[in-house]
């Protein structure tokens, strides 16, 4: 599909099983984002690693101390290069049409958001 460039950045501190299953319903897309960060807020647990050796098409953006969710997000918002950002949280999981509904209603100027479910009740 082509259209607009889109990067998913996912903030993180800790949660490294969240964040695989979020990158797993990434991997799951009718049509995958241009570029994956996944922002690493400090973490104790060894995040990176397990990204780069499941997903090694996904950037992992290391900060050396928990800034907050805040601050992970505007690290990972201006290391993306792309037209768009999809800030996701660690703990969603995507419909298999999100970034492609998300790249077909694309407009200039314009800030859009999927609906979100719960899992178990949705």
Do not use: W
């Not at 950002?85 to 703990?91: A, C, G, M, S, T």
């Not at 492609?100 to 407009?107: D, G, M, Q, S, Y």
């Amino acid at each position: 599909m082509s259209g607009p460039t889109l990067t998913v950045v996912i903030p993180t501190f800790n949660q490294c099983a969240l964040v695989l299953e979020c990158l797993r319903s990434l991997g799951a897309q009718t049509v995958r984002p241009d570029c994956t960060i996944v922002v690493d807020d400090g973490s104790t647990e060894d995040i990176a690693e397990r990204v780069n050796r499941d997903f090694p098409d996904v950037r992992v953006l290391r900060l050396s101390n928990n800034r907050g969710f805040c601050g992970a997000a505007n690290a990972g918002l201006h290391a993306a290069t792309t037209q768009y950002v999809f800030l996701l949280n660690n703990d969603m999981t995507l419909d298999r049409e999100c970034i492609a509904e998300l790249k077909r209603r694309a407009r200039p100027d314009t800030i859009a958001t999927p609906l979100v479910l719960f899992k178990d009740d949705p």
